[in-house]
């Protein structure tokens, strides 16, 4: 019966191999071909599809026969009066095989793609953030490398054994309190922490910025909108929005005259900014992951995000050692079809540069919009932003 | 008075065998049955169903994600205006993302592991005949299979199926002009999740009282199993929950169809302004997350019942601390209704209220730690038998472990600031949540099998799937946490346009291949499930020498599940090895009488007598050795 089937096996390795080979001559006829979509590659196309169901199959065949081999082992083995296969010890040897390869497994993606995680923050609350992010994740390793021998080391330890009974050992109170309190108060200890820096982070005392930005989200972009001359940002209502006013800024009031817009965030380093964030149609998520900052753009609810860039693109670049770094701001709440293609380049400067960029920016109130509120001075005032947008639109 | 009444009707039916009035046809036997072994079933088989469709959907969106410039001409055979030139759209790709998530958490997760397992475990184990409410019971399942057609039939639909996240936070849900899937897919999602919730309601109010009124006589609460207290208290949780759901999902639904703003405010779309004024998309998000907590360990529970059960079963050892894991599910039960907060720190709540939850939130993890050092010492020295429920039962204690940890950091709304919505989340809920719970429900089907269907099935193939799927998952799962801590968000339909995530491509490859390989390892699955429904190994009365009251119950299934009387309950489900006895378990309906030789003073605790008794018997021992 076992050699029966130990020919059968041979005749499907070949068999495997045979379609190895035609699967790969298959693939490579599949990659020339690609591109046009005519009826040649249809069949083609029904080939590759029907060559992975036998391939799953042909698997399938193979498991089936290796059942049956193992079967087969184990009843001749018994019939001459030995045990037969003793699944518990070679399960047991499968947990510890797992666990020393699963430690490897688990440290080796730490170090290697843990490498590849985000470089230090560009912003003054970032440090908080990874400082925490670091303590947690030395005590929750600690843990997680501790219960997972624990789990698979007593499997392998305590697997079943004809000669032995298992210790009874319905409690035990001490031991008990003990994991309890101690989880407790290390959670504690990261709560109070968390808190603290939570609240120094998100802090709603402190209202003002040194720089406002209106960062706007809607289906699929960001608008961007700086305060102009008088560091004042104008109010905006969704009523008044049209085509060349995107945002519905309310052009009655004098602090909309000198705001303008911009398709780079530029921020000036180590000044205190403050990102007002709306959305016009549906939830979007202002996420500028390298300055650990993210909050919900929601329609109806203007929100702000205060935080200090300490860092510049510049110092980034020859810190990462990568010429073509730039900060991001992206969307990071699903939002429809164009989600994941909504992001906006952020840079971080020094005060010279930032002051020579604005004066460049066109003003948000430009001469199509002019003449669709019926301004009648045309040219005058946008000139004069120009001018004066020249120092770092301090907010009073 | 109704219980009485089912207690007698099943009595009734066994005395006057088959002449009682409602004769067995096959349509109330094999379709509109009112058994809770058939109703599980019905779950189960349901369940199992729905799951490798949703499986099928992610494998869908993995091919995307790891080859996003390739095209794959059999795609747009196969799903059409979908995927066009053999390209999944982006819309179709947010579709994908929204049904898996919907279908595994809803579909799968909570009706197909409770409605099986409180379906076919709590008359059994608790000793009752039948659930509280049969017909409603039945209603149950049907309603859930009514939910489940409507939402695979919104794949029919021109447009496409809801594709706004499983979260479907309005506006986008709300706006059928937002997205396509927000049109007529977003009302049958509507429409599906309203029937499930209903059936969710009267299998819950059913398992409710059942525990509650129906349990046999010396069964009292603390005697019951622990998987009859989880799925009690999931029960719970959904009739307390879901309900909630509902006034959020009318809500949404008057916002679409009825003009209404209870969601929606200031609003510009694609350049049109909008009426509403007045509203807060906030105010879904508390709605909805106030049931999607609790729904995450509606989830789990019971898969730590279950996981439960089966460590100790093959432990050969009482659950350690028995009292504590009780004690921690009521805790995570009360604690699930005021963390909800922990999914929204960013949405620009009042930051103070994020504080609390943070609080509440971290307070969570020390009922789920204790479970988990439970688990771990009911394991140490015991006598571990390996059967494919007990790896899946290990496996599951792992991934909590490694998804709970995870916890922490999320919990934390300072990280949660970095880390919300990546795939450091979708690394945490699907370890913690999917995998757990899903080895949870595997262990359930591989231990429970011979009681749903007489048959043993292959230990062998139990073995090639567990170890396949157990690696798979972790290699599917474990990279993500790495990509969420570089910024890489969730719900993307391409990391192409972004040169910082262009080096996370080889990674999503391999991603992709290892879900590959466990989706495939489920075929074994497959053929093992239904090969061994039909031509498995016969049981015997009681396949893994357990303790419990459904495996006393006959291997025949019979209306009313006992000949005769309900046995009697004197002892808790896990005097397993217990010294001084000769065989290593004592189911609970052996009297203390019965096993003199190894009671303990603690046995005798809330009853005096037996206690004077056990008292006597010991000294006559000692005078026996001593006259010898
Ligand atoms: C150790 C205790 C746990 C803590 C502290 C915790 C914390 C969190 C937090 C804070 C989030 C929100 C993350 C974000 O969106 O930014 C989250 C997400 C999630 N958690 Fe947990 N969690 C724990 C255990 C669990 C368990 C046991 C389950 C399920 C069985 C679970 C399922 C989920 C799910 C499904 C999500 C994602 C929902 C979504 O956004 O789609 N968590 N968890
Ligand atoms: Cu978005
Ligand atoms: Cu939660």
């Known amino acids: 019966m076992g050699f029966k089937q130990l020919i059968n096996s041979k005749k499907t390795q070949a068999f495997f191999a045979a379609f190895v080979l035609f699967g790969t001559n298959q693939l490579m006829a599949q990659t020339s071909a690609e591109g046009n979509a005519t009826a040649v590659d249809k069949g083609a196309m029904w080939t590759g599809v029907a060559y992975n169901v036998l391939l799953i199959l042909v698997g399938a065949v193979c498991v089936g026969i290796v059942g049956k081999i193992l079967k087969v082992y184990d009843l001749t083995q018994k019939m001459q009066g030995k045990r037969g296969i003793n699944w518990n010890t070679i399960m047991g040897v499968c947990c510890a095989i797992f666990l020393i390869a699963g430690l490897y497994g688990a440290s080796w993606s730490l170090i290697v793609q843990g490498g590849m995680t985000l470089p230090q923050p560009g912003s003054a609350h970032g440090g908080l953030i990874d400082s925490m992010f670091t303590t947690t994740t030395i005590l929750t390793l600690i843990v997680f490398f501790i219960t997972q021998i624990c789990l698979f080391g007593f499997a392998f330890f305590y697997r079943n054994s004809a000669k032995r009974k298992a210790h009874f050992l319905p409690h035990n109170n001490t031991i008990e309190k003990i994991w309890t309190i101690i989880p407790a108060i290390v959670l504690t200890i990261l709560v109070v922490f968390g808190f603290f820096t939570w609240q120094k982070v998100m802090n709603s005392t402190e209202q003002k910025g040194d720089l406002n930005v209106d960062v706007t989200g809607h289906q699929f972009a960001w608008e961007i909108r700086y305060p102009g001359a008088d560091g004042k940002l104008g109010p905006v209502n969704f009523k008044l929005s049209t085509p060349n006013n995107v945002l519905g800024v309310d052009f009655k009031d004098r602090r909309s005259m000198d705001d303008q817009s911009a398709d780079t965030l530029v921020l000036p380093v180590n000044r205190v900014v403050r990102i007002n964030i709306h959305a016009q149609d549906v939830i979007h998520s202002v996420y500028m992951p390298h300055f650990r900052v993210q909050l919900n753009a929601v329609p109806g609810l203007p929100t702000f995000f205060r935080f200090t860039p300490t860092i510049t693109t510049e110092e980034m670049r020859k810190k990462l050692d990568d010429p073509k770094f730039e900060y991001l701001l992206y969307c990071n709440k699903i939002c429809g079809a164009g989600h994941w293609n909504m992001q906006r380049v952020v840079r971080v400067v020094s005060q010279a540069e930032y002051q020579s960029w604005i004066a460049r920016q066109k003003p948000y109130l430009n001469d199509q919009l002019r003449k669709e509120l019926h301004f009648a001075d045309a040219a005058t005032p946008a000139n004069s932003v120009k001018a004066v947008s020249n120092t770092l639109a301090l907010n009073k | ?628």
Do not use: C
């Open chain 2, 1 to 628: 008075m109704s219980t009485l009444a089912v207690h007698d009707h099943g009595v009734v039916h066994h005395e006057e065998g088959h002449e009682h009035h409602h004769k067995a046809t096959f349509l109330n036997t094999y379709v509109f049955s009112q058994d809770h072994k058939y109703i599980a079933k019905q779950f189960l088989v349901t369940g199992i169903i729905m799951a490798f469709f949703a499986m099928v959907l992610s494998i869908l969106f993995r091919i995307q994600l790891a080859y996003p410039d390739k095209t794959f001409p059999f795609l747009t055979t196969l799903l059409g205006h979908f995927a066009p030139n053999g390209r999944i759209s982006a819309d179709f790709y947010m579709s994908l993302v929204t049904i898996h998530g919907t279908i595994m958490v809803f579909f799968v997760l909570t009706a197909g592991l409770s409605g099986t397992f409180a379906n076919l475990l709590i008359p059994l184990q608790v000793g009752a005949r039948d659930m509280a409410s049969p017909f409603v019971n039945m209603l149950s399942y049907w309603f859930f299979f009514a939910a489940s057609i409507v939402m695979l039939s919104s794949f029919l639909v021109e447009k496409g199926p809801a594709s706004g996240g499983w979260t479907i936070y309005p506006p986008l849900s709300a706006l059928p002009k937002a997205m396509p899937g927000s049109g007529m897919g977003m009302t049958l999602w509507l429409i599906s999740m309203v029937l499930f919730i209903a059936s969710q309601l009267m299998g819950g109010i059913n398992y409710i009282s059942t525990v509650l009124n129906m349990r046999t006589k010396g069964m009292d609460l603390w005697k019951m199993p622990l998987t009859v207290w989880a799925l009690f208290l999931t029960a719970v949780l959904g009739v307390l929950s879901f309900p909630v759901l509902v006034a959020g999902v009318v809500l949404l639904i008057f916002d679409r169809s009825f003009g209404t703003s209870f969601y929606l405010s200031d609003i510009v779309l694609n350049g049109q302004v909008q009426p509403y004024e007045g509203g807060s998309p906030i105010l879904f998000q508390h709605l909805f997350w106030f049931l999607g907590h609790p729904e995450v360990y509606i989830i789990i529970m019971p898969a730590m019942g279950l996981s439960s059960e089966v460590l100790a079963v093959n432990s050969r050892k009482p659950i350690f601390g028995y009292h504590a894991m009780v004690y921690s599910l009521i805790g995570i039960s009360v604690l699930s209704f005021i963390v909800w907060g922990h999914h929204m720190f960013v949405t620009g709540m009042n930051p103070f209220l994020g504080g609390v939850f943070m609080i509440t939130t971290l307070i969570i993890a020390v009922p789920s730690a204790v479970k988990t050092f439970n688990w771990l010492a009911t394991l140490w020295r015991g006598n571990i038998r390996f059967t494919p429920a007990m790896l899946f039962a290990i496996g599951m204690v792992s991934f909590f472990i490694s998804g709970g940890l995870t916890g922490i950091f999320l919990g934390n709304a300072a990280l949660d600031i970095n880390l919300h919505d990546t795939y450091f989340v979708v690394a945490h809920f699907h370890l913690v949540m999917g995998s757990a719970a899903i080895f949870g429900m595997l262990a359930g089907v591989y231990h429970w099998f011979p009681k749903m269907y007489r048959r043993m099935m292959d230990e062998r193939l139990g073995y090639l799937h567990f170890w396949l799927t157990f690696i798979g998952a972790y290699l599917v799962f474990f990279p993500m946490h790495f990509m969420g801590l570089d910024g890489v968000p969730r719900r993307y339909y391409a990391f192409t346009e972004f040169e910082s995530m262009k080096r996370w491509l080889t990674v999503n490859v391999f991603i992709t291949w290892a879900a590959i390989m466990a989706g495939i390892a489920q075929l074994a699955f497959a053929y093992n499930f239904i090969h061994s429904i039909f031509w498995g190994k016969k049981t015997v009365q009681n396949p893994w020498n357990a303790n419990t009251l459904e495996w006393t119950a006959p291997i025949e299934h019979i209306h009313g599940n006992w000949h005769g009387e309900i046995p009697t309950v004197y002892r808790w489900a896990y005097d397993y090895s217990k010294p001084g006895h000769d065989e290593d378990f004592i189911p609970q309906n052996v009297p203390f009488s019965q096993t003199m030789s190894s009671n303990l003073p603690h046995d005798f605790e809330d009853n005096p007598a037996g206690l004077e008794e056990h008292a006597k018997w010991v000294d006559a021992q000692k005078a026996n050795v001593a006259v010898k």
